[in-house]
T-cell receptor, first 115, second 111 residues
Framework: NAGVMQNPRHLVRRRGQEARLRCSPMKGHSHVYWYRQLPEEGLKFMVYLQKENIIDESGMPKERFSAEFPKEGPSILRIQQVVRGDSAAYFC?????????????FGPGTRLTVL | GDSVTQMEGPVTLSEEAFLTINCTYTATGYPSLFWYVQYPGEGLQLLLKATKADDKGSNKGFEATYRKETTSFHLEKGSVQVSDSAVYFCALGGSARQLTFGSGTQLTVLP
């Protein structure tokens, strides 16, 4: 049973370009979460999605960031017009249910570097 | 809102030393508590969890007990190994569906 998959593992973009990060949840999981980890910091929640729905995007910056989880295919986190401050590790997690006590399984992360 | 306060690091220990990493939380209701470990360049792996008061989570020699009276979930290990060197995160799963993380504690174990 494959774990959470993320690609690419490393992504380099120049300021003003778009970054597109992909996440495939564990088989059977329909709940996906995106977190951002800035250098030397813990993970901060960005957005929670179920298939075709954004449930909670309270941690997502209001501009330039968007996320989707289509009926078919991986979840996508899109960052438009990247700036240096977007450089971070972006982790996706999935769970089988949405309860707070349910374990979330994390992917290996995408490390975004903005030049 | 929910929050997690974790002992700041870095922590450096000699092999076979006793480890404690403190974690306290603030939450409404009855959250679940987790410890995750992150090895260099990798994602987070669940180390242990506890879902109700007085539960003890344990794995690979690590233990943590859910103490509601002190709102704590301290991580302990009796004898650390070099391979335990990593960053450890305390996390809370509360009324919101996402996890709330502490800032992480870097552990280095010297041979």
């Amino acid at each position: 049973n494959a774990g959470v998959m993320q690609n690419p593992r490393h992504l380099v973009r120049r300021r003003g370009q778009e970054a597109r990060l992909r996440c495939s949840p564990m088989k059977g999981h329909s709940h996906v979460y995106w977190y951002r980890q800035l250098p030397e910091e813990g993970l901060k929640f960005m957005v929670y999605l179920q298939k075709e729905n954004i449930i909670d995007e309270s941690g997502m910056p209001k501009e330039r960031f968007s996320a989707e989880f289509p009926k078919e295919g991986p979840s996508i986190l899109r960052i438009q017009q990247v700036v240096r401050g977007d450089s971070a590790a972006y982790f996706c997690a999935s769970s089988a249910t949405s309860t707070g006590g349910n374990e979330q399984f994390f992917g290996p992360g995408t490390r975004l570097t903005v030049l | 809102g929910d929050s997690v306060t974790q002992m700041e690091g870095p922590v450096t220990l000699s092999e076979e030393a006793f480890l404690t990493i403190n974690c306290t939380y603030t939450a409404t209701g009855y959250p679940s508590l987790f410890w995750y470990v992150q090895y260099p360049g990798e994602g987070l792996q669940l180390l242990l969890k506890a879902t109700k008061a007085d539960d003890k989570g344990s794995n690979k020699g690590f233990e943590a007990t859910y103490r509601k009276e002190t709102t704590s979930f301290h991580l302990e290990k009796g004898s650390v190994q070099v391979s335990d060197s990593a960053v450890y995160f305390c996390a809370l799963g509360g009324s919101a569906r996402q996890l709330t993380f502490g800032s992480g504690t870097q552990l280095t174990v010297l041979p």
